[in-house]
Structure formats: C-alpha cells, structure tokens
C-alpha cells in the first residue's frame, strides 16, 4: 500500500534506519537517480546509495559558483550525509541541465530518517518563464517611460491604463492623474467626443488611424504631434495604443532640425486642434485674433509667406503658430522700422510677401499700410490681449453678476481638486438622477482595487476607483453612481466620514445614492456605525462575483413596481 501511495502521489520515498541502512525505497527513487535497482534493496548503506548515485553522473546539493568545478567523491558523500543527519532538511536541487527536485528529509525520534523526492521540473521552469517576463515587462516599461513621443493605452471601456512621462508632461501630472480617467475628464466636450469616435472605430474595427493634431500644454505652450492609433491584444481583450510623435520643431521651421527647407513639415489642411489639456484663456484669445480673419483666407494659408507686425508677444505666439500650423511661412515684427527692414532684406534676397498681419495697437501702423508695396495687408484689433486679458474677463464677469446674475445666491462649495462646475435651481433636480457610471468602489489596497476592477469589468459594469474617502465624494460628487462600494478604513477620510458627507449633501439634492459598506469582519460595533452613517447594507472581504452581482442587482437594477389587487 505504501508503494501505491507513492505511485499515486508521484512521490520517491526513502526510509533508513538509525545506523544509516536502507530500511524502504519506493520504485520511483528509479526515476530520479539512474542507479542499479539492487543499490535499492533493504540493508543497504546510505553511503553505498550516494555513492552509486555519485558514479552515475548525477551531483545534486553543489553551489552554481562550484558547478564547474571538479567534485572530490568522499567530500560530497560526506556532506550529504551530514545533510542526511540534520533534524530537518528542505531544499529545491537541480538534477542536470532542466530538472529540479524538491528534497524533504524528516530525523524522527527513533533515529529514523524519512526523505521524499518530487519532480517540481515545471514548476520551476514556470517560475523561469515568469520572472523572464518580469524582467521583460519591466524592460518595455521603461522603454515606453523614457521615449519622447507621448504613449497612452486605453482598455476596452476606453479608460487609461498606462500613460509614459511625455504623456503626463502635457498634463503637468504623474500617471496617477491620469490612470483610471477618461478622455472626457481631460478635454474639452468637442475634442473628447472626437477623439473617442476614432478610438470607438479602431476598437471595433482594428484599423489604424491617424490624424495630425495640435495640443495645448499645461503650460500654455503649443505641441504638434502625429498621433496614430492602433488595436492590440485578442478578441475580447483588446486594447488601444496611442503613440503621439512630436513633430513641433518640425511645424514651426527650426533650423536646428534641417537646413533643407522641403524638409519641414507640411500637412495639408493643417492641424486637427486637440486641447487635450484645455487652457480656456488660450482658446478666448485664439477665437479672438482668428474670428477677424476671413475664414477663405485661413484655409489658403498653405505655402504662403505671411509678415505678422505685433509688438504684443502673445499675438506673435499665438498667430505664428496657427499660420504656421496651416501650413504657411510666417514669422513676426514689432515695429514699423523692424517691418522696414525686414522687407529690404527680403528684396535684396528676391522673396516677396503674399500678405501682412498688422495688429492694430502697434504704434504708427499705418505707415505699414501706407507703404503696403502691393501686399495684401489685413488690421486685427487684439482688445487687450496679453497678461490683462483675464483680469479683463473676470472684471466683464463680475458686473455681469452685480446686474444680471443668472445664478442667483446659490453657492456650491467644492474641493479644490473637483471640477468646476455650473449649479442651477437645486429643487429642480430628479430624485434619484442616474450618473454616467454605474458603480464606485472607494478602496486604498491596490490588490482589492484590481479584485474590484475584474469582477465589475468581467460583469460589464461601468466604474471608478477612489484611492481614499476624500476622492469618494469628489468622484460621487461628479458622477453620480447608483452605487458606492465603500471601505470603511481608508487613508486622508474613512469610509464612514464620507458616507456622512455624501448623505449631508443629498439632503439638499433630495437624492439617494445605496452606499455599501466593505469591511475586512464583520463586527456588530463596525455595522452599528455604518448604519448610522447612513450607510445601506454591508459586506465582508474577500469578495467575490457572486457577492458583487447580488448587491448590484439588489440596489443598483431597478426593481419592477408591484401592482395592487
């Protein structure tokens, strides 16, 4: 029976006595040592069996620094007996090229020494296989963190879930402030619809696409890229790869790039505007300046040579780079003898202007306009563009307010971290309105986080991850789910001091959002303050599917109503 346990179990065994002589060796010790089956039998010395096992070639127990070393007999006899002797030995030896074995030797009592052998060959090559792809991840990682052009993928649902350091540089963030969201966090209305029409294609049909764009970076400054779009990964999980190459210096003619001017850029049509990181005073300015242009004479910008006189450096800014952008040769004057200059050095040279750009505060620009040579001149007025034109705005905004306020006394306060956003009448608002995603899971352990992300993304379920219990109200706040998952113990505020915030301002709202309580036990003390939190229901760590679908299907699917016989 012993020897059919060990068949079963695929387990050597091998018993001896207290003065060392063989008292049991199963079969499958044959499987492990290539020895002559009576080295086997009862009677004989450990010695003797190491020392057969020794003549066969194999040498287990050896240090890989000593591996290629020459091994004296009696020295390695003698130290694995002295192995054989310790109370316990556990040890994982290498038997060749590609095969481990997992020694356990147990002294009993008695003087007995039981020791069984395992092939662990592919548990082993599976830990191999592992950290080789480890270490392979981790050298793609920091590929993709050192590039210079921007890389952003985007799971299934359109969420980032790995941004590189250019990509954050826009934003003036780290990955944290960028994973987990969505692209309608991060732009405007207008370019978040775009942008996620040619991501919904791609994913569904895995044609690349591309498209020239031009961002706005937290700092204010321009960036052009080529951002191409391509799908990975096997049906059903599938992701989107977006690689924005930088051509700026390209766009914007920098002489340090190529001294061959059919070397710059030229994109026809010009560049799709895509502020990603959104700067509304930027954009005011912009629509300023470009309103005055005819728009026939913008999109006839390609290849044209375009003066701007301005002594305003934001208009030189902004108007090179959009002209630039369109595919024109512009710079800029700031002055009317710059201007002159700069034409009597473009005569002698032989280039001649297709039009000039005066901006209407420059002092004597008439004379521009007087000595045009035949150029086509056009006067823009700025109205105060420059380091005054958002305290121009907010002044306009501020006696808006004092005579005609639409908003009336109503004051909503908000985190400093939320998004901005209008209140209106607060009575007027749906009891129980339906955010734009279905549940949020406030959870500060990473793993539980990944736990909750692939039972509600396995489930279909739109959901945001909060990192603490500040978050949680700033994201309920925003998003309006019909449910919250809430751990009680998270950092910054508890679960508990955020289901009372959330609770105090539905009160206003009249709305009910079911807040769930997620507690690693389940202790009366711990429920009574959910309860009186104002919490729902509660559940207990670790969840599973089956605990997340019927909490969902209880509070966050509506219930049919039930009609009265």
Request: hydrophobic share 40%; with cysteine; proline share 5%.
């Amino acid at each position: 029976m012993f020897e059919a346990a060990c068949d079963i179990l695929a387990a050597a065994v091998i018993v001896y006595d207290k003065n060392d002589c063989l008292v049991f060796a199963s079969r499958q010790v044959l499987r492990y040592f290539p020895i002559p089956a009576d080295t086997l039998k009862a009677g004989t010395r450990l010695r003797d069996v190491l020392g057969a096992i020794f003549d066969s070639g194999v040498r287990y127990g050896i240090p890989p620094e000593q591996r290629h070393k020459a091994v004296n007999r009696e020295e390695w006899i003698s130290n694995r007996i002295s192995a054989h002797w310790r109370e316990q030995y556990d040890a994982v030896e290498r038997l060749g090229r590609d095969r481990w074995i997992h020694f356990r030797k147990r002294r009993l009592p008695n003087g007995y020494n039981v020791t069984t052998l395992v092939d662990v060959s592919e548990q082993k090559k599976q830990e191999e296989q592992w950290r080789s792809d480890l270490e392979r991840i981790a050298l793609t990682e920091e590929i993709l963190e050192t590039l210079p052009s921007p890389v952003i993928i985007k799971d299934r649902s359109l969420a980032y879930i790995a941004a590189n350091r250019a990509f954050c540089a826009i934003y003036d963030v780290n990955a944290d402030g960028v994973l987990g969201r969505t692209v309608w966090d991060l732009a405007d209305a207008e370019n978040a619809e775009r942008i996620e029409r040619s991501d919904r294609a791609v994913l569904e049909t895995g044609e690349p696409f591309s498209v020239p764009e031009h961002v706005i970076r937290a700092d204010g400054s321009d960036l052009y890229v080529l951002t191409r779009k391509y799908r990975i990964g096997a049906p059903g999980h599938h992701a989107l790869v977006t690689v924005m190459e930088d051509v700026s210096a390209l766009v914007a003619g920098d002489k340090a790039v190529s001294d061959d001017e059919d070397a710059f850029l030229r994109v026809p049509g010009g560049f799709v505007e895509a502020q990603n990181c959104f700067d509304p005073v930027h954009d005011a300015e912009r629509r300023l300046l470009l309103d005055q242009m005819n728009p026939e004479e913008l999109r006839a910008l390609s290849g044209k040579r375009v003066l701007i006189a301005t002594p305003n450096p934001r208009i030189e800014e902004i108007l090179v780079g959009e002209f630039k952008a369109r595919g024109a040769d512009c710079c800029a004057v700031r002055s009317v003898g710059e201007h002159d200059a700069f034409l009597a050095l473009a005569a002698r040279q032989g280039f001649t202007l297709d039009a000039v750009v005066i901006d209407a505060n420059m002092p004597d620009h008439e004379a521009i306009i007087d000595n045009g040579r035949g150029i086509a001149t056009r006067v823009i007025a700025p109205d105060g563009i420059g380091p005054d034109f958002m305290r121009g705005l907010v002044e306009q905004h501020e006696l808006l307010s004092e005579n005609q306020s639409p908003l009336g006394d109503i004051v909503t306060p908000v985190s400093l971290t939320d998004d901005w956003y209008i209140a209106t009448d607060i009575s007027t608002m749906l009891p129980g309105a339906v955010g734009d995603i279905e549940v949020l899971v406030a959870e500060d352990n990473q793993i539980n986080q990944f736990v909750f992300s692939q039972i509600l993304e396995g489930m279909g379920i739109s959901h945001r991850i909060a990192e603490n219990g500040e978050e949680a109200v700033m994201l309920w706040r925003k998003h309006q789910p019909r449910l919250v998952l809430m751990d009680i113990s998270m950092p910054v505020m508890n679960g508990i001091d955020a289901a009372m915030e959330i609770r105090a301002a539905e009160k206003l709202t009249g709305t009910h959002t079911p807040i769930v309580a997620v507690t690693a036990q389940a202790l009366n003390v711990d429920m009574q303050n959910c309860m009186d939190a104002g919490m729902d229901d509660y559940i207990t760590k670790p969840v599973s599917p089956d605990m997340i679908e019927v909490i969902y299907r209880r509070y966050a699917i509506p219930q049919p109503e039930k009609s009265v016989a």
